[in-house]
Protein backbone atom coordinates (compact mmCIF):
# COMPACT_ATOMS: atom_id res chain seq x y z
CA UNK A 1 0.00 0.00 0.00
CA UNK A 2 1.55 3.41 -1.28
CA UNK A 3 1.68 6.13 2.34
CA UNK A 4 2.13 9.00 0.05
CA UNK A 5 1.07 11.97 1.73
CA UNK A 6 -1.42 14.34 -0.30
CA UNK A 7 0.75 16.73 -2.55
CA UNK A 8 -1.21 19.33 -0.55
CA UNK A 9 0.30 18.21 2.86
CA UNK A 10 3.80 20.20 2.18
CA UNK A 11 7.13 21.13 3.97
CA UNK A 12 6.06 24.43 4.64
CA UNK A 13 2.57 23.07 6.09
CA UNK A 14 4.26 20.88 7.97
CA UNK A 15 6.69 23.10 9.81
CA UNK A 16 3.98 25.54 10.43
CA UNK A 17 2.61 22.93 12.18
CA UNK A 18 5.34 22.04 14.25
CA UNK A 19 6.28 25.67 15.04
CA UNK A 20 2.68 26.14 16.36
CA UNK A 21 3.51 23.08 18.54
CA UNK A 22 0.35 21.62 17.27
CA UNK A 23 2.56 18.62 15.52
CA UNK A 24 5.69 17.73 17.14
CA UNK A 25 8.96 16.60 15.33
CA UNK A 26 9.11 13.61 16.95
CA UNK A 27 5.56 12.55 15.36
CA UNK A 28 6.67 13.73 12.17
CA UNK A 29 9.82 11.32 12.04
CA UNK A 30 8.26 8.46 13.08
CA UNK A 31 5.40 8.88 9.91
CA UNK A 32 8.47 9.41 8.12
CA UNK A 33 10.23 6.04 9.51
CA UNK A 34 6.98 3.93 8.86
CA UNK A 35 7.56 5.26 5.19
CA UNK A 36 10.58 4.45 4.53
CA UNK A 37 9.70 0.92 6.04
CA UNK A 38 6.39 -0.28 4.36
CA UNK A 39 7.08 -2.09 1.53
CA UNK A 40 6.73 0.18 -1.51
CA UNK A 41 10.53 1.50 -0.24
CA UNK A 42 11.81 -1.37 -0.12
CA UNK A 43 14.43 -0.44 -2.47
CA UNK A 44 14.30 3.40 -1.97
CA UNK A 45 17.15 3.35 0.14
CA UNK A 46 20.86 2.17 0.77
CA UNK A 47 21.44 3.12 3.75
CA UNK A 48 18.98 4.36 6.73
CA UNK A 49 19.85 6.70 9.83
CA UNK A 50 16.76 6.72 11.77
CA UNK A 51 18.61 7.12 14.96
CA UNK A 52 20.02 10.33 13.65
CA UNK A 53 16.68 12.00 12.26
CA UNK A 54 14.96 10.90 15.63
CA UNK A 55 17.72 12.98 17.40
CA UNK A 56 17.05 15.88 15.10
CA UNK A 57 13.63 15.92 15.42
CA UNK A 58 14.27 15.93 19.10
CA UNK A 59 16.42 18.75 18.79
CA UNK A 60 13.64 20.50 16.82
CA UNK A 61 11.18 19.71 19.80
CA UNK A 62 13.62 21.69 22.29
CA UNK A 63 14.00 24.70 20.49
CA UNK A 64 10.14 25.15 19.68
CA UNK A 65 9.48 24.43 23.30
CA UNK A 66 12.41 26.88 24.10
CA UNK A 67 10.90 29.22 22.02
CA UNK A 68 13.74 29.13 19.58
CA UNK A 69 13.34 28.87 16.05
CA UNK A 70 13.68 25.21 14.89
CA UNK A 71 15.42 26.18 11.72
CA UNK A 72 13.57 26.36 8.05
CA UNK A 73 13.35 22.64 8.61
CA UNK A 74 12.02 21.82 11.82
CA UNK A 75 13.00 18.85 12.41
CA UNK A 76 11.33 17.10 9.32
CA UNK A 77 12.88 13.98 7.18
CA UNK A 78 14.89 14.95 4.33
CA UNK A 79 16.83 12.19 2.12
CA UNK A 80 20.27 12.46 0.60
CA UNK A 81 21.37 10.93 -2.73
CA UNK A 82 24.07 8.04 -2.57
CA UNK A 83 26.52 10.74 -4.06
CA UNK A 84 27.20 13.26 -1.06
CA UNK A 85 29.22 12.76 1.62
CA UNK A 86 27.67 13.11 5.47
CA UNK A 87 30.32 12.58 7.84
CA UNK A 88 31.16 9.16 9.37
CA UNK A 89 29.20 7.78 5.51
CA UNK A 90 30.58 6.09 2.80
CA UNK A 91 29.91 7.95 -0.31
CA UNK A 92 29.32 4.82 -3.03
CA UNK A 93 27.21 7.32 -5.65
CA UNK A 94 24.66 3.84 -6.19
CA UNK A 95 27.78 1.51 -6.98
CA UNK A 96 29.96 -1.47 -5.08
CA UNK A 97 33.07 -0.57 -5.86
CA UNK A 98 33.38 2.35 -3.72
CA UNK A 99 30.93 0.34 -0.72
CA UNK A 100 34.53 -0.46 0.88
CA UNK A 101 35.88 2.76 0.55
CA UNK A 102 36.75 5.07 3.55
CA UNK A 103 34.10 7.12 5.10
CA UNK A 104 33.35 10.80 4.61
CA UNK A 105 35.05 12.92 7.43
CA UNK A 106 32.90 15.77 6.50
CA UNK A 107 29.78 16.91 5.62
CA UNK A 108 29.54 17.94 1.85
CA UNK A 109 28.57 21.93 2.01
CA UNK A 110 25.50 21.23 0.62
CA UNK A 111 24.37 18.57 3.85
CA UNK A 112 25.68 21.13 6.41
CA UNK A 113 23.66 23.95 5.31
CA UNK A 114 20.75 21.64 5.38
CA UNK A 115 21.71 20.51 8.87
CA UNK A 116 21.90 23.56 10.14
CA UNK A 117 18.62 24.39 8.50
CA UNK A 118 17.49 21.78 10.68
CA UNK A 119 17.20 18.46 8.46
CA UNK A 120 16.47 15.42 10.25
CA UNK A 121 18.24 12.92 7.52
CA UNK A 122 16.51 9.63 7.18
CA UNK A 123 18.98 7.93 4.56
CA UNK A 124 20.80 7.99 1.94
CA UNK A 125 18.48 6.96 -1.46
CA UNK A 126 19.14 4.73 -4.74
CA UNK A 127 20.00 6.14 -7.74
CA UNK A 128 21.45 5.13 -11.37
CA UNK A 129 25.06 4.22 -10.67
CA UNK A 130 27.40 6.95 -11.02
CA UNK A 131 24.55 9.45 -11.80
CA UNK A 132 24.84 8.18 -15.22
CA UNK A 133 21.28 7.18 -16.51
CA UNK A 134 17.69 9.01 -16.20
CA UNK A 135 15.90 5.93 -15.99
CA UNK A 136 16.28 4.78 -12.41
CA UNK A 137 17.82 1.24 -12.98
CA UNK A 138 20.29 0.36 -10.73
CA UNK A 139 21.30 -3.86 -10.68
CA UNK A 140 23.25 -4.03 -7.95
CA UNK A 141 20.58 -2.40 -5.26
CA UNK A 142 17.57 -2.70 -7.41
CA UNK A 143 15.30 -0.59 -8.83
CA UNK A 144 12.37 0.96 -6.59
CA UNK A 145 9.09 1.20 -8.74
CA UNK A 146 7.21 4.22 -9.67
CA UNK A 147 4.83 4.77 -6.65
CA UNK A 148 2.78 7.36 -8.25
CA UNK A 149 1.65 5.22 -11.34
CA UNK A 150 0.65 2.23 -9.14
CA UNK A 151 -2.46 2.93 -8.34
CA UNK A 152 -3.59 3.77 -11.47
CA UNK A 153 -1.55 0.80 -13.56
CA UNK A 154 -1.10 -2.39 -12.27
CA UNK A 155 2.47 -2.43 -14.53
CA UNK A 156 5.75 -1.61 -12.72
CA UNK A 157 6.91 1.59 -14.59
CA UNK A 158 10.36 3.30 -14.10
CA UNK A 159 11.31 5.53 -10.81
CA UNK A 160 13.18 8.27 -13.29
CA UNK A 161 16.68 8.89 -12.51
CA UNK A 162 18.99 8.99 -11.89
CA UNK A 163 17.98 10.73 -8.58
CA UNK A 164 15.48 7.41 -8.71
CA UNK A 165 15.24 6.70 -4.64
CA UNK A 166 14.72 10.60 -3.32
CA UNK A 167 11.95 10.99 -5.60
CA UNK A 168 10.33 7.99 -3.85
CA UNK A 169 11.27 8.93 -0.77
CA UNK A 170 9.27 11.73 -1.22
CA UNK A 171 6.32 10.41 -3.25
CA UNK A 172 5.29 8.34 -0.85
CA UNK A 173 6.23 10.27 2.51
CA UNK A 174 9.61 8.94 3.72
CA UNK A 175 10.91 12.41 3.17
CA UNK A 176 9.81 16.00 2.68
CA UNK A 177 12.54 16.84 0.45
CA UNK A 178 14.96 14.93 -1.30
CA UNK A 179 18.39 16.18 -1.84
CA UNK A 180 19.95 15.09 -5.66
CA UNK A 181 21.57 16.33 -8.33
CA UNK A 182 21.22 17.21 -12.10
CA UNK A 183 23.36 16.48 -15.25
CA UNK A 184 20.98 15.98 -18.27
CA UNK A 185 17.44 16.28 -16.20
CA UNK A 186 18.39 13.58 -13.18
CA UNK A 187 15.89 16.11 -10.31
CA UNK A 188 13.30 16.98 -13.17
CA UNK A 189 12.96 13.36 -14.84
CA UNK A 190 12.42 11.78 -11.71
CA UNK A 191 10.07 14.61 -10.48
CA UNK A 192 8.18 14.67 -13.65
CA UNK A 193 7.67 10.87 -13.70
CA UNK A 194 5.90 10.59 -10.38
CA UNK A 195 3.63 14.18 -10.16
CA UNK A 196 6.48 16.18 -7.93
CA UNK A 197 8.38 19.33 -8.16
CA UNK A 198 12.27 19.11 -9.06
CA UNK A 199 14.29 22.25 -9.03
CA UNK A 200 17.25 22.78 -11.32
CA UNK A 201 19.41 25.79 -10.72
CA UNK A 202 21.85 27.62 -12.29
CA UNK A 203 24.99 25.35 -11.33
CA UNK A 204 27.04 27.80 -10.32
CA UNK A 205 24.75 28.56 -7.54
CA UNK A 206 24.95 25.88 -5.31
CA UNK A 207 28.41 24.00 -4.25
CA UNK A 208 29.19 20.94 -5.96
CA UNK A 209 32.02 19.89 -3.66
CA UNK A 210 32.14 16.88 -1.62
CA UNK A 211 29.50 15.49 -4.55
CA UNK A 212 31.14 12.31 -6.83
CA UNK A 213 31.47 13.90 -10.08
CA UNK A 214 29.45 13.03 -13.21
CA UNK A 215 29.86 16.37 -15.50
CA UNK A 216 31.98 18.96 -13.72
CA UNK A 217 30.87 21.52 -16.37
CA UNK A 218 27.03 20.56 -16.15
CA UNK A 219 26.18 19.09 -13.01
CA UNK A 220 24.22 20.55 -10.50
CA UNK A 221 23.26 20.06 -6.97
CA UNK A 222 19.11 20.55 -6.30
CA UNK A 223 16.32 18.96 -4.75
CA UNK A 224 12.97 17.80 -5.19
CA UNK A 225 9.71 18.73 -3.14
CA UNK A 226 6.01 18.89 -3.14
CA UNK A 227 5.56 22.51 -3.67
CA UNK A 228 7.05 25.03 -5.64
CA UNK A 229 7.37 26.97 -2.28
CA UNK A 230 8.66 23.97 -0.59
CA UNK A 231 11.28 24.42 -3.96
CA UNK A 232 12.20 28.04 -3.09
CA UNK A 233 12.93 27.50 0.78
CA UNK A 234 15.58 24.50 -0.07
CA UNK A 235 16.86 26.42 -3.02
CA UNK A 236 17.58 29.43 -0.63
CA UNK A 237 19.19 26.89 1.81
CA UNK A 238 21.33 24.92 -0.67
CA UNK A 239 22.43 28.64 -2.31
CA UNK A 240 22.52 29.93 0.47
CA UNK A 241 20.95 33.08 -0.64
CA UNK A 242 17.58 35.05 -0.49
CA UNK A 243 15.14 34.28 -3.75
CA UNK A 244 13.47 38.04 -4.57
CA UNK A 245 9.78 37.16 -5.21
CA UNK A 246 7.99 39.69 -7.32
CA UNK A 247 4.78 38.14 -7.03
CA UNK A 248 3.81 39.13 -10.68
CA UNK A 249 0.45 37.78 -11.46
CA UNK A 250 -0.75 35.84 -14.43
CA UNK A 251 -1.75 37.96 -16.77
CA UNK A 252 1.70 40.09 -16.37
CA UNK A 253 3.87 36.83 -17.20
CA UNK A 254 4.93 36.78 -20.59
CA UNK A 255 5.65 33.04 -21.50
CA UNK A 256 7.28 31.31 -24.66
CA UNK A 257 6.30 27.56 -25.62
CA UNK A 258 9.40 26.65 -28.36
CA UNK A 259 8.09 24.57 -31.16
CA UNK A 260 11.21 23.26 -31.93
CA UNK A 261 12.59 20.22 -30.97
CA UNK A 262 10.53 19.84 -27.67
CA UNK A 263 7.14 18.84 -28.63
CA UNK A 264 8.14 16.08 -31.04
CA UNK A 265 7.09 12.80 -30.18
CA UNK A 266 5.00 13.69 -27.35
CA UNK A 267 2.95 10.58 -26.11
CA UNK A 268 -0.74 10.74 -25.80
CA UNK A 269 -1.16 11.33 -22.14
CA UNK A 270 1.97 14.06 -21.81
CA UNK A 271 0.82 15.90 -25.29
CA UNK A 272 -2.77 16.36 -23.53
CA UNK A 273 -2.01 17.27 -20.04
CA UNK A 274 0.61 19.77 -21.71
CA UNK A 275 -2.18 21.02 -24.02
CA UNK A 276 -4.47 21.86 -21.65
CA UNK A 277 -1.92 23.10 -18.86
CA UNK A 278 -1.60 25.89 -21.50
CA UNK A 279 -5.21 26.31 -22.50
CA UNK A 280 -5.63 26.75 -18.36
CA UNK A 281 -2.70 29.20 -18.33
CA UNK A 282 -4.21 30.98 -21.46
CA UNK A 283 -8.10 31.20 -19.87
CA UNK A 284 -6.37 33.02 -16.53
CA UNK A 285 -4.47 35.66 -18.37
CA UNK A 286 -1.39 34.34 -19.32
CA UNK A 287 0.27 35.52 -22.31
CA UNK A 288 1.45 32.96 -24.14
CA UNK A 289 3.35 32.76 -27.57
CA UNK A 290 4.20 29.94 -29.36
CA UNK A 291 7.98 30.09 -30.93
CA UNK A 292 10.73 28.87 -33.46
CA UNK A 293 13.39 28.18 -31.37
CA UNK A 294 15.99 26.85 -34.69
CA UNK A 295 19.03 26.86 -31.64
CA UNK A 296 17.40 24.17 -29.93
CA UNK A 297 18.23 21.97 -33.47
CA UNK A 298 21.63 22.68 -32.96
CA UNK A 299 22.40 20.32 -30.18
CA UNK A 300 23.12 17.18 -31.73
CA UNK A 301 25.46 18.84 -33.84
CA UNK A 302 27.28 20.54 -30.65
CA UNK A 303 27.54 16.97 -29.13
CA UNK A 304 27.95 15.08 -32.08
CA UNK A 305 31.83 13.95 -30.23
CA UNK A 306 30.42 12.51 -27.36
CA UNK A 307 29.13 15.48 -25.00
CA UNK A 308 30.50 17.34 -21.82
CA UNK A 309 29.21 13.82 -19.01
CA UNK A 310 31.28 11.39 -21.99
CA UNK A 311 34.41 13.41 -21.63
CA UNK A 312 34.35 14.35 -18.17
CA UNK A 313 33.52 11.22 -16.52
CA UNK A 314 35.68 8.87 -18.79
CA UNK A 315 38.55 11.39 -17.03
CA UNK A 316 37.22 10.58 -13.73
CA UNK A 317 36.27 6.69 -13.87
CA UNK A 318 39.32 5.56 -16.83
CA UNK A 319 41.76 4.46 -14.25
CA UNK A 320 38.80 2.52 -12.17
CA UNK A 321 37.51 0.82 -15.30
CA UNK A 322 40.97 -0.74 -15.91
CA UNK A 323 40.64 -2.43 -13.10
CA UNK A 324 37.12 -2.77 -12.42
CA UNK A 325 34.88 -2.90 -15.19
CA UNK A 326 33.52 -6.03 -13.91
CA UNK A 327 31.98 -4.13 -11.83
CA UNK A 328 30.17 -1.64 -13.41
CA UNK A 329 26.43 -1.35 -14.66
CA UNK A 330 27.24 -2.40 -18.24
CA UNK A 331 25.42 -0.23 -19.85
CA UNK A 332 26.87 2.68 -17.54
CA UNK A 333 30.08 1.77 -18.26
CA UNK A 334 29.17 2.02 -21.77
CA UNK A 335 28.22 6.03 -21.65
CA UNK A 336 31.34 6.58 -19.59
CA UNK A 337 33.18 4.92 -22.37
CA UNK A 338 32.11 7.12 -25.19
CA UNK A 339 34.07 9.65 -23.86
CA UNK A 340 37.44 7.70 -24.41
CA UNK A 341 37.71 8.21 -28.41
CA UNK A 342 37.31 12.39 -27.68
CA UNK A 343 40.22 14.22 -28.48
CA UNK A 344 41.73 17.31 -26.44
CA UNK A 345 41.04 19.18 -29.60
CA UNK A 346 36.72 17.34 -29.55
CA UNK A 347 36.46 18.82 -26.20
CA UNK A 348 38.20 22.38 -26.47
CA UNK A 349 35.83 22.76 -29.75
CA UNK A 350 33.01 21.77 -27.36
CA UNK A 351 33.82 24.28 -25.07
CA UNK A 352 33.57 27.43 -27.59
CA UNK A 353 30.54 26.09 -29.14
CA UNK A 354 28.54 25.56 -25.93
CA UNK A 355 29.94 29.32 -25.04
CA UNK A 356 28.53 30.49 -28.55
CA UNK A 357 25.57 28.83 -28.05
CA UNK A 358 24.46 29.88 -25.02
CA UNK A 359 25.02 33.24 -26.44
CA UNK A 360 22.56 33.47 -29.02
CA UNK A 361 19.88 31.37 -26.74
CA UNK A 362 20.32 34.03 -24.09
CA UNK A 363 19.50 36.76 -26.56
CA UNK A 364 16.87 34.76 -28.00
CA UNK A 365 14.98 34.35 -24.63
CA UNK A 366 15.46 38.10 -22.98
CA UNK A 367 11.99 39.21 -23.70
CA UNK A 368 10.11 36.13 -22.37
CA UNK A 369 9.91 35.71 -18.17
CA UNK A 370 10.17 31.94 -19.16
CA UNK A 371 9.75 29.66 -21.22
CA UNK A 372 7.40 26.37 -20.94
CA UNK A 373 7.82 23.27 -22.02
CA UNK A 374 7.47 19.26 -21.31
CA UNK A 375 9.70 18.16 -18.86
CA UNK A 376 9.68 14.97 -20.48
CA UNK A 377 8.17 14.27 -23.64
CA UNK A 378 6.87 10.14 -22.22
CA UNK A 379 5.12 9.36 -19.07
CA UNK A 380 7.07 6.44 -17.26
CA UNK A 381 7.73 3.50 -19.18
CA UNK A 382 7.39 -0.30 -18.32
CA UNK A 383 10.12 -1.24 -16.11
CA UNK A 384 10.19 -4.81 -16.85
CA UNK A 385 11.33 -4.53 -20.72
CA UNK A 386 13.99 -1.74 -20.21
CA UNK A 387 15.88 -4.14 -17.55
CA UNK A 388 15.66 -6.79 -20.18
CA UNK A 389 16.40 -4.76 -23.66
CA UNK A 390 19.57 -2.67 -23.98
CA UNK A 391 18.04 -1.00 -27.11
CA UNK A 392 14.43 -0.50 -25.23
CA UNK A 393 16.53 1.03 -22.26
CA UNK A 394 19.24 3.12 -24.25
CA UNK A 395 15.71 4.62 -26.60
CA UNK A 396 14.01 5.54 -23.39
CA UNK A 397 16.94 7.24 -21.46
CA UNK A 398 17.39 9.57 -25.22
CA UNK A 399 13.49 10.38 -24.97
CA UNK A 400 13.68 11.22 -20.94
CA UNK A 401 16.97 13.02 -21.29
CA UNK A 402 15.99 14.82 -24.38
CA UNK A 403 14.20 17.95 -23.71
CA UNK A 404 15.70 18.47 -19.61
CA UNK A 405 19.36 18.27 -20.77
CA UNK A 406 19.41 21.47 -22.84
CA UNK A 407 18.82 23.76 -19.68
CA UNK A 408 21.78 22.33 -18.44
CA UNK A 409 23.72 22.78 -21.67
CA UNK A 410 22.22 26.41 -21.48
CA UNK A 411 23.30 26.89 -17.95
CA UNK A 412 20.08 27.34 -17.54
CA UNK A 413 17.64 26.75 -14.72
CA UNK A 414 14.37 24.72 -14.87
CA UNK A 415 11.36 23.69 -12.81
CA UNK A 416 8.88 21.26 -13.41
CA UNK A 417 5.50 20.84 -11.70
CA UNK A 418 2.62 18.29 -12.20
CA UNK A 419 0.31 19.09 -14.95
CA UNK A 420 -1.47 15.60 -14.93
CA UNK A 421 -4.66 15.53 -13.67
CA UNK A 422 -6.16 12.61 -11.00
CA UNK A 423 -6.40 9.27 -12.96
CA UNK A 424 -4.05 10.05 -15.07
CA UNK A 425 -0.21 8.99 -15.67
CA UNK A 426 1.82 11.98 -13.91
CA UNK A 427 3.38 14.12 -16.46
CA UNK A 428 5.43 17.52 -16.26
CA UNK A 429 5.83 21.28 -17.11
CA UNK A 430 9.02 22.40 -17.63
CA UNK A 431 9.64 26.43 -16.89
CA UNK A 432 13.14 27.25 -17.87
CA UNK A 433 15.17 30.19 -18.12
CA UNK A 434 18.69 31.27 -18.66
CA UNK A 435 21.60 31.42 -16.12
CA UNK A 436 20.71 33.36 -13.27
CA UNK A 437 16.97 33.57 -13.77
CA UNK A 438 16.37 31.41 -11.08
CA UNK A 439 14.02 33.70 -9.03
CA UNK A 440 12.21 34.74 -11.99
CA UNK A 441 11.34 30.92 -13.05
CA UNK A 442 10.74 30.60 -9.16
CA UNK A 443 8.58 33.27 -9.22
CA UNK A 444 6.70 32.39 -12.25
CA UNK A 445 6.16 28.70 -11.28
CA UNK A 446 4.81 30.00 -7.77
CA UNK A 447 1.74 31.51 -10.28
CA UNK A 448 1.97 28.46 -12.49
CA UNK A 449 1.67 25.92 -9.78
CA UNK A 450 -1.89 28.30 -8.32
CA UNK A 451 -3.39 28.58 -11.27
CA UNK A 452 -2.94 24.58 -12.96
CA UNK A 453 -3.99 23.54 -9.13
CA UNK A 454 -7.22 25.14 -9.23
CA UNK A 455 -8.19 23.49 -12.65
CA UNK A 456 -7.46 20.10 -11.26
CA UNK A 457 -9.26 20.56 -7.91
CA UNK A 458 -12.55 21.62 -10.20
CA UNK A 459 -11.96 19.05 -12.15
CA UNK A 460 -11.97 16.72 -9.51
CA UNK A 461 -15.37 18.08 -8.07
CA UNK A 462 -17.43 17.50 -11.37
Known amino acids: MIVALPMSDDLTDARREVVSGRLSAATAIERSIGAATSPVNARTFVATSFNAARAAARAADRAVADGRDPGPLAGLAVSIKDLFDVAGEVTAAGSTILATE??????????????????????????????????????????????????????????????SGGAVSVATGAAWVALG?????????????QGLVGFKSTARLVPTEGALPLSTTLDTVSAMTRSVRDAVVVHEILADRRVVRSGKPLETLRLAVPRTLMLDGLD????????????????GGANIEEIDLPLLGEVTAINATGGFS??????????????????????????????????????????????RWIARMEAALVRFDALLSPTVPI??????????????FFAANAALLRNPSLVNLLDG??????????????????????????DRVLDTSLALEAALRSSRDDAARR
Open 413 to 438: CALTLPCHHERELPAGLMVWHAALHD
Open 379 to 392: VAPELAPLIADDDA
Open 102 to 163: TAAAADAPVVARLRRAGAAFIGRTNMSEFAFSGVGINPHHGTPVNPATAGLDATPRIPGGSS
Open 181 to 193: SDTGGSIRIPAAL
Open 268 to 283: ATVARAFARAIETLSA
Open 310 to 355: AAESWAWHRRLLADHEAEYDPRVARRIRRGETMTAADYIELLAARH
